[in-house]
């Protein structure tokens, strides 16, 4: 097979400041950019993250209802210790969700209001 995952694309009011975020929170570095878009992704290479400016962006709800806006999807990122990353995120200008559905994950809305999880895997 030849098609391969490349990079997860987000809208945003201001990609460059969701694009900040996320270089902080996963320690990538910035492969591209332009005035409206930014590209990061780790320094040894894999899966990137894009960023685009929408100045029309309205932040999905989380946990929606009927008639919100919807989050389109949602990163899922392992941590070692939920309690320090959750004080690091927090730190970084996440905001903690008030809906928490589970007791070993914790949910987080970025600087646009992307829902997105901290889980700490079993040990293997």
Known sequence: MSARLSTVAFEAKDAHVLADFYQRLLGYVVRAQEPDWV???????????????????????WPSAPGDQR???????????????????LAE???LAAYQPQE???????????PFCLWVGSAQ
């Open 39 to 61: 590209l990061i992704g780790p320094p040894g290479g894999g899966t990137a993250l894009s960023f685009q400016t929408e100045r029309t962006y309205v932040p999905p709800v």
């Open 93 to 95: 200008g996440a905001r």
């Open 71 to 89: 989050a389109m999807l949602h990163l899922d990122i392992e941590v070692d210790d939920l309690p320090a990353e959750t004080a690091r995120v």
């Open 104 to 114: 070993d994950v914790r949910v987080f809305l970025d600087p646009a209001g992307h």
